[in-house]
Structures are given as structure tokens and as C-alpha cells.
């Protein structure tokens, strides 16, 4: 994968000098999206919608001297230019289809961080998007728990990720994520988690087209490897290999993001086609 001296993003935030309260008053389709995307990291999406609404509002925070290491100098850098890359990519999409790509913002913080819209976001919840303004938020340690904790090794793990996370945005300007927040009321838990992996899959799907187009589009250069890395890499944040991870057992009911076989399939589906129409995964039978 190459990628040192690509264009960077000027979409990037660099919030890690921030400290603060722990408000967690999320509400509207900020507070669903973020438990969506929190069970990422293989949390409990009710025990922390439990601690959203019990903790009280804190402080405002502050932005102090980011004090770094030359490895999160390099991921850093990394972040800001596959930011720059899907910027590129999707404008280009978008272009193409007489539209105008309106970016997302990346908010690179620690341990935790205000939101514009989804409460205080923190680490726990691993990398998520927050529509309410339209950010992606990321805890650089995230990429030690992908190779450690997860098994996917390799820099395209990250890229993958915040590919993903991208995928989020890209549903939020076409209006899936109102469509599918407005769902919620109506179903109950266990049809509400089919409707979530219908919704991650095609984030995967999305973050598949992005690769599809990084090399022509973008000053990120891919390789066959590098692609094959992205599908472990989604396999390896599979709802299955999670629970049985943590469990030793998974249970299909309480999917909310896939199966490792699903994620990877998708993000293959999206990287094989660049066709944004051939991902819609509510129409998949094999997801009903």
C-alpha cells in the first residue's frame, strides 16, 4: 500500500490535547447511529445506552499541547490522507453522477470527546460516525486493538476502517440512516438488529467501492494484498468471531453488524463492481 506524501485531508481535526467532562446526553438519530456503530469494538449496545442516559452533563473542554509519539505522528498522517483519498474517491462518484459530494469530518481525539449532535464520544465505543455533524471520530489506539485484539494486521486494516465509517456518511447523504433510524420505533429489538447488519454490510459494501476507484482516483496506491487484508480485516470485526472471541459461542439473534463471511463478501462485492447501485443490502433475501 502507498500512501506516504498523498494529499491530506484538510477535513482532519487533531483533538488530542482535549480534556474534559463525560456528557453523554445523546438523543434523535446521533445517540442510534453511535450504538450502532459502538458495538464495533464488541460492546453491549444496551449497557451503553444505559450509561448515555445516566450520566450527568461535564465540563466544557479545552484544547491543551498534543504532546506525540513518531508512531501516532505516522498514523496520524496515515488517517489524514485515506481521509483525502475518500474525498477524492467520492467527489469523483458524485461528479459523475451530476452531483457535488459534501465531505465528513475526521475528529482524531483520546479517551473521549464531545460531539456536534451525538453526546460524548468515547473510546470504548471504537471508531463511529456521528451524523449530527457529519464526523468521523477516532481514537488512534484503535489501530493497536485491530491488530492485538481483532487479529487484523497490516495498514490497510485501518484504511478499512475509516472507509467504513465513511460508508456511514455516504449513507447519511443518500438518507439511509433516517430511513432505517425511523425503523426502530416500529420493531422490535431482534428486527431492529436485522435492519443494523443490513446497514453496516453496505457501509462495507461502500467502503469496498471506495478501494475499487483509491488507485485510479486518489494518491493512495492499492495492491492485490492490500485488498485481501481489507476482507480479513472485516472478517475479522464479524459479530461471529467477536462473540465467540469473548464467549467461546455467538448468537445470530443479536447480530448487529454481520457475520465475518457477510462483511467480508460485501466489502469484496463493493471493491469488485464500483458500482454504488449493486449494494443495496435491504433488498439482499439472504439478509431478510
Known amino acids: 500500500m502507498k500512501w506516504q506524501g498523498g494529499r491530506r485531508s484538510g477535513n482532519i481535526e487533531d483533538r488530542r490535547g482535549m480534556s474534559g467532562g463525560q456528557k453523554l446526553t ?45 508512531e501516532e505522528d505516522r498514523l496520524m498522517e496515515f488517517s489524514s490522507v485515506i481521509l483525502g483519498s475518500t474525498e477524492d474517491v467520492w467527489a469523483k462518484i458524485f461528479e459523475n453522477n451530476g452531483k457535488s459530494y459534501p465531505a465528513a469530518k475526521m475528529a482524531i481525539y483520546r479517551e473521549g470527546t464531545e460531539t456536534g449532535g451525538c453526546g460524548y464520544g468515547q473510546k470504548a465505543f471504537g471508531p463511529f460516525y456521528c451524523p449530527g455533524d457529519q464526523t468521523v471520530y477516532l481514537d488512534l489506539s484503535f489501530n493497536k486493538e485491530l491488530s492485538q485484539r481483532f487479529g487484523a494486521k497490516g495498514e490497510f486494516a485501518l484504511a478499512y476502517v475509516i472507509a467504513h465509517e465513511i460508508g456511514h456518511h455516504i449513507q447519511n447523504v443518500f438518507g439511509v440512516l433516517n430511513k432505517t433510524n425511523a425503523m426502530r420505533s416500529r420493531m422490535s429489538k431482534r428486527e431492529y438488529n436485522k435492519i ?35 476482507m480479513r480485516a ?40 464500483g458500482d454504488v447501485n449493486a449494494g443495496n443490502t435491504f433488498n439482499d433475501p439472504s439478509l431478510q
Do not use: C
Open 26 to 70: 445523546l438523543g434523535g438519530i446521533g445517540g442510534v447511529i453511535v450504538l450502532l456503530i459502538s458495538y464495533f469494538m464488541g460492546g453491549d449496545p444496551g449497557a451503553i445506552l444505559d450509561q448515555m442516559q445516566t450520566q450527568g452533563p461535564g465540563t466544557a473542554t479545552e484544547q491543551g499541547p498534543v504532546e506525540s509519539t513518531p
Open 196 to 230: 443494523s447488519v443490513m446497514t453496516e454490510l453496505q457501509a462495507d459494501f461502500y467502503a469496498g467501492v471506495w478501494a475499487h476507484y483509491a488507485t485510479e482516483n486518489s494518491d493512495v496506491k492499492l495492491t492485490y494484498d492490500d485488498i485481501m487484508e481489507g
Open 234 to 273: 472485516a472478517a475479522a470485526v464479524g459479530d461471529d468471531h467477536i462473540q465467540e472471541q469473548a464467549t467461546g459461542q455467538s448468537h445470530p439473534e443479536s447480530f448487529t453488524h454481520g457475520t465475518s463471511e457477510q462483511r467480508a463478501y460485501w466489502f469484496k462485492k463493493g471493491y469488485e463492481t
